[in-house]
């Protein structure tokens, strides 16, 4: 009886061996084969560093991972894995045949599929060729793949693999990704009882992440520690203080609002990086780049805050509803950007997200004035901070552009027309260079225009067809903050590979496109503007600022035919360190969402830049333009430049008050100087007649402009002394008057003295030379 069974049980042995084989060996010709690539070759996160190589974030298809060195991990970080899930790894050949063995048995008795027994190696090959999906057959092949790996790699390859590839929860793959999404630090800065933690939670990442159940995760780290001191990876003492060592977890809010703070300047990272490398999203997200930005994280942070804050934005007068932003800063000796923002909030939601400072082309208003009008004219048309321009209303073919309140002020400086952003003024210079001078030279700021552009005379005043972008704008200013150098702007300093070796490092392409001269006059004409135009209310910062507003009305169109308001608000502030360009405005505009009159470059864009520039400039000086060598400061008689509309040198004589301080370029200094302000000359062919005559009758020519000549008489019996006459006189007038309170009889001495009403030393007019004198005797009838 024992011979016949023992026979059955024979027999149903190897029919099961039997077809085992046949399954195995048909089976096998669907495995996946073992490919070195996907163990050597692991999906990486890309890495984006900020201005001071700090990590900003990661970006990363569907698996956020980023590899590490073994050598970079430490033995306790390692060890906490091997106790937990292979304490047998440098032993076995890649499959545990006695863990095998046990999880069998386990499997029969609860009748389930419950124990897997995989080993490290079985992980690693699982992970990287095979589904998670619980069948003999994936079992097999795990198996298979196991002992090709064991055979092909050290156990430390093996295990590097394993850290890097095993997932641990919420699209994070890899020990040096954990550790950064649980921790915020690197792996190895990873305590012991951190290290358990993280081990903890591959076996079910859903159950044992920190994030979805901390008790549980707890309580697992717990028992691996427990498992580290079983298997004397640590002493038992250090297991105590591990399992009392409090665990401070990332903050996952803060986690979440990366994107937000600085969703769009990433974007524009991420578009200049496809650019330099030339690959697509999948290969950027997945190659492991490490790409190093310019952004300035603080100030980044801080005018995200501005930006969110509602009481730096107005509402609308119908819908209440507040506008949008854009702002970006640029260092202009670099083309870096430190700081862009696209809008007050970054969409998460949404597919397409419009970077405002980026794509959104707006009307720039007054901005476009110093690009399109008053350089130009400086550079190539003779034009000089000096020259006067009438501001009174115009027509020029049917355009009739009117100044902000209608208000006209007569002859202005070039100066004031810019510092007060006077419409007429840069309308009617625009119109003397004529229009394709002035396009031609905004073009080499970087400005774009469109056709329609090119016979429009609105565009001094920002009527665009298409607009501009504030990345333009800054680009243009920033040329000009930097004495004229054009260079493209980038958010990118430098890309490495995932092995650190450098694939580019960004070196500015510089070109000279404005004279240092006309850029320096064009940057103090704007400091004006600070000091006392349209932007003044930057001027209590107290450091060296250059600024212009702008802003563009709602159009004149039926739609808005009963509104007064403003559809875009611009500021461009700068200085030799940043510049800083702000807009503000509805998406669309309409009848419901538009900004109130109110609502101009000078206000709100305004008081954000202050904000920012304050921000800026908390703890360091600011740099000032630098005075070129072939600028002269001069000082000019500003009585001939208001009154005469001459440019004239003042002169040792000018009272302060009447001192124009001025710069101008060697060949447009003037060079005559006033004679208005000179010591009066005595009067020329002085004479008296008085044969014949009731009255003494004086004569002669006034020799000096604008003098007062005083007529003395003296009695040549009494020696009393008497001003009888004042003549206010213009060069070579013949003056003649008659002495009518003469005395008959009397013997008189005539003399006149010359004197300038407006030099005054000490409180008295300046006198000139005595006249020559003259004595007469009157008879007595």
Known sequence: MFRRISLVVFILLFISLLSFSIYVSIDMKNWAEFDPNKIEHLVQSTVIY???????????GVQNRINVSISQVPDYVKNAFIAVEDIRFYKHKGIDIRRM??????????????????TITQQVVRNSHLTMKKTISRKLQEIYLALILDRNYSKDQILQTYLNIIYFGGGTYGIETASNTYFNKSAKDLTIAEACLLAGIPKNPS???PFADREASLKRKDLIIDLMVKYDFISESEGIEAKNQPIELNDREKIASTNVEFGYF?????????????????KLYTDGYRIYTTMDRELQEFCQRILDNDSFFPTSPNSSRRPEGALISIQPSTGKITCLIGGRSYPEDQ??????????RRQPGSTIKPLISFAPALEYF?????TIIDDSPININGYSPSNFGNKYRGPVTMREGLALSINTVAVKILHDINVYSGISFAEKLGITFSQEDHNNLAIALGGFSEGVTPLELARAYATLADGGIYKDVVTIRRIEDNRGIVLYEHS?????VVSQETAFLINDMLKSTVTWGTASILKDIGIPIAAKTGTAQLPRIQEFEDIDGVKDAWIVAYNPDLVICIWMGFDRTNREDYMPSSAVGGTYPARIAREVLKFAYRDKEASDFIKPSKILEVELDAKSLKEQGKLLLANSLTPTEYIYREFFTAQTAPKNTTDYWTVPSPPEDFRIYSEGLRSPMLTFIASSPLAIYSIYRVDRDTGEQTIVHEVKASSNQHVVWFDETAVAGGNYRYFIIPSHPEILIDNKPIEGQISKFIDIDLPKE
Do not use: C, M, W
């Open 50 to 60: 900020d201005s001071n190589d700090n990590k900003l974030i990661d970006i990363h």
């Open 207 to 209: 159950k044992y992440s």
């Open 266 to 282: 990433i974007d524009r990272v991420l578009e200049e990086a496809k650019q330099i490398l030339g690959v697509d999203d999948n």
């Open 101 to 118: 063995f046990g999880a069998l048995i386990q499997n029969i008795r609860l009748k389930s599929y419950a124990q897997g027994a995989s």
């Open 508 to 512: 500015p392409i510089k070109k000279t």
């Open 382 to 386: 003779g034009y000089t901070p000096a």
């Open 351 to 360: 597919r397409k997200i419009l970077n405002r400072s980026v794509h959104s």
